[in-house]
T-cell receptor
Framework: KNEVEQSPQNLTAQEGEFITINCSYS?????LHWLQQHPGGGIVSLFM???GKKKHGRLIATINIQEKHSSLHITASHPRDSAVYIC?????????????FGKGTHLIIQP | DAGVIQSPRHEVTEMGQEVTLRCKPI?????LFWYRQTMMRGLELLIY????????DSGMPEDRFSAKMPNASFSTLKIQPSEPRDSAVYFC?????????FGPGTRLLVL
């Protein structure tokens, strides 16, 4: 079973700061997802990565397959970015298998 | 599309009662997933279906849990009998390919 570790568990920053959230996993994967869970509980898929880097607005996600590591970056952070960010992996083997999740990073951006 | 629809949004019941959670996936999606989220364990995959067929139910905690998908537009997760430790948020997600779309969740409290 894949072990997914996220760091930090909690992060408080000031508006405008550059944010980095890290995710590492133990077994080869076919895809890695970054999810955002809002304070109300809803979950939104931000990125799906299998290699390289993706960018969407102020969000950037990178993955290093050899090192089994991914990072989620937020540039010019804003209080509305406050949420729990969850890393999830789909282990190698094909098919749209269910995901294994990290415990999440609680991010608070203060004005 | 309305997205993934779950009902009820909140459920409070007494230990020993039967609980049925419902999910309507996004039309055209051929994968459906049931997840559970608790403070202690985070998000966990319970079971997933492909074309209405259960593929992996290894995450279902006990025989008290059962899931069905009688057709492409409807799935149920049943707990019978319910126990206080089943209290959690239950998410349904659907996909057609890699990205999973999550429903709003059902918050279950078993007293």
């Amino acid at each position: 079973k894949n072990e997914v570790e996220q760091s930090p568990q909690n992060l408080t920053a000031q508006e405008g700061e550059f944010i980095t959230i890290n995710c590492s996993y133990s077994v080869g994967i076919s895809a890695l997802h970054w999810l955002q869970q809002h304070p109300g509980g809803g979950i939104v898929s931000l990125f799906m990565l299998s290699s390289g880097k993706k960018k969407h607005g102020r969000l950037i996600a990178t993955i290093n397959i050899q090192e089994k590591h991914s990072s989620l970056h937020i540039t010019a952070s804003h209080p509305r970015d406050s949420a729990v960010y969850i890393c999830a992996v789909r282990s190698s083997g094909g098919g749209a298998d269910g995901l294994t999740f990290g415990k999440g990073t609680h991010l608070i951006i203060q004005p | 599309d309305a997205g993934v629809i779950q009902s009820p949004r909140h459920e409070v019941t007494e230990m020993g009662q039967e609980v049925t959670l419902r999910c309507k996936p996004i039309s055209g999606h051929d994968y459906l997933f049931w997840y559970r989220q608790t403070m202690m364990r985070g998000l966990e995959l319970l079971i997933y279906f492909n074309n209405n067929v259960p593929i992996d139910d290894s995450g279902m905690p006990e025989d008290r849990f059962s899931a069905k998908m009688p057709n492409a537009s409807f799935s149920t997760l049943k707990i019978q009998p319910s126990e206080p430790r089943d209290s959690a948020v239950y998410f349904c997600a659907s996909s057609q390919g890699q990205t999973q779309y999550f429903g709003p969740g059902t918050r279950l409290l078993v007293l």
